[in-house]
């Protein structure tokens, strides 16, 4: 009986003569209820939890969730996301992607379809600060769509945030002595030369095209220079010393010169006369209107290592000239007075690339050493010039550019800054009022707007930067009144 009352359940002990066997039922009965006792706490544990999650997934996976705190008013600002209303891959394109250009477009049409990348744009949109519109540049050159844009120190209260535009420039030839980039006064358009090809884009329609590419490969484009009046365009090329003229609104070659035996790194018009430096140390002066072109030559006897720059005066009267040893030399524009300089000085310890005449003042040249860090500036009217004043710029210096609309001056640099940096000109001073960083290697070349307010900088870092770094001209009394009527 007592056995039965075990078996059942009882509390009563089974009284067996074997004392070992009677400890052991003992224990099992008390393992069974501990056992027991355990899985119904485990039970309504799991059942509390599994209450408690659907409870929360049903709070926090709600589509009020979407916009909503999850835990009531003023307990948390963490918003958390409906995983059934977000595609995960759109929102993460949409987060890295800065876009909004033709590529971008494209691209999410082809991965994207029935209109799933327009829907989702507002799923982790990053608010995009709207950029500044400047006067002749309305689109992206679609060498290949642009990317994140680096931050700018600001100095001076009209200095931009950031450059307006930024535009990869895939193979550009990692060189300083060369001009890879020119934008035309005339027909408001930007030649870019990257290796063998050369883009132009029309600021006006925000339209490119490729104009050109060489049928050789082992022979980048060493230059770009625009005519002054008119759709011609002068390109220079690195190993056999050819100067190429193209005619741009028709896309067709024109004609080829020769005469150097080296890269042309350098080149300006002067109307129908271009003007060519070279690595053999020799400067060209060809007419294009005739068939033998070459009415001028510059023998290697006074400059000695690689011509850097050529450029003229505002009037066209005089041109300067200089090269990787620092020298300069100041001549006179006449085809009669080409065999020797007016002047001849050191002007750095090293290559002079930078070099600028000042706009609102006769014979005063600005120039920048590549070495020494130095800009100088000079007056030029006499048989020994006069340095009026030097500044530091604490960088390599690959550009200067004068601006048309105020007395500044803007540098790019690099090693070691890779800047922009504007100078305030005043008493034949020097100081420097703005510094912007943008690009990540050396800038190697820069150009300047039609209307003076844009520069546009192309780096070794294989981009291509538009800065508006100056307002719009006042116009005076005289030339208000002088419109109304």
């Known amino acids: 009986l007592q056995f039965l009352y075990f078996i059942v359940g009882g ?32 039970k309504r544990a799991k059942a509390v939890a599994q209450k408690s999650a659907k409870t929360a997934i049903s709070q926090l996976f709600s589509p009020g969730a979407l916009i909503s705190p999850p835990f009531g008013e003023g307990r948390s600002s963490r918003t958390v996301l409906n995983r ?36 989702s744009k507002k799923v982790l949109q990053v608010i995009q600060q709207e950029k500044a519109t400047t006067t002749g540049v309305t689109a992206t050159l679609p060498i290949r769509r642009s990317r994140k844009v680096a931050s700018v120190k600001q100095v001076t209260s009209r200095a931009p945030q950031v450059a307006e535009r930024v535009l990869d420039a895939p193979c550009i030839v990692d060189d300083y002595h060369l001009c890879l980039i020119d934008w035309s006064t005339w027909a408001n358009t930007l030649a870019v030369s990257l290796n063998d090809t050369v883009y132009t884009w029309d600021a006006a329609t925000g339209v490119s095209n490729e104009l050109l590419s060489l049928e050789d490969d082992t022979n980048p484009i060493s230059c770009v220079k625009w005519i002054q009046e008119g759709g011609v365009i002068g390109l220079g090329t690195s190993n056999n010393g050819l100067v190429k003229l193209w005619d741009a609104t028709r896309g067709k070659r024109l004609r080829q ?7 042309v790194c350098t080149m300006e018009w002067n109307q129908h006369i271009i003007t060519t430096g070279s690595r053999d140390g020799t400067i060209l002066h060809h007419d294009v209107r005739v068939k033998k072109q070459i009415v001028g030559r510059i023998a290697p006897g006074f400059h000695k290592s690689e011509i850097c720059t050529v450029t003229y005066n505002q009037d066209y009267s005089q ?8 020298v300069v030399c100041i001549w006179d524009a006449s085809p009669a007075s080409r065999a020797t300089p007016i002047t001849k000085f050191q002007a750095h310890s090293g290559p002079v690339k930078a070099v600028d005449w000042f706009p609102r003042k006769r014979h005063v040249l600005c120039t920048g050493g590549y070495s ?40 790019s640099s690099g090693h070691p800054s890779n800047l922009l940096a504007i100078w305030s000109h005043h008493k034949d001073k ?49 030339t208000i009144q002088l419109a109304v009527r």
């Open 257 to 263: 010169m020769t005469g150097h035996t080296d890269r």
């Open 11 to 42: 509390d009563m002990e089974p009284r067996l003569s074997n004392s070992s066997n009677r400890g052991r039922y003992s224990l099992t009965k008390r393992a069974r209820g501990e056992h027991a006792d355990e899985e119904a706490k485990l």
């Open 84 to 119: 059934e209303l977000v595609n995960i891959d759109v929102a993460r394109m949409n987060f890295f992607d800065r876009g909004g250009d033709v590529y971008s477009e494209a691209l999410a049409n082809t991965i994207f379809p029935d209109g799933c990348q327009q829907q």
């Open 319 to 326: 041109f300067a000239s200089t090269d990787d040893d620092g």
């Open 372 to 411: 020494d860090h130095n800009i100088n500036l000079w007056k030029t009217n006499s048989s020994t010039p006069t340095l009026l004043s030097q500044v530091s710029a604490e960088a390599e210096l690959t550009s200067l550019r004068w601006s048309q609309n105020t007395n500044e001056l803007v540098s």
């Open 430 to 478: 020097l100081k420097r009022s703005a510094t912007y960083k943008g690009h990540s290697e050396k800038i190697l070349h820069t150009s300047l707007s039609p209307d003076g307010q844009t520069v546009v900088t192309c780096s070794a870092d294989e981009t291509i930067r538009f800065w508006k770094l100056f307002d719009e001209p006042k116009k005076s009394k005289a």
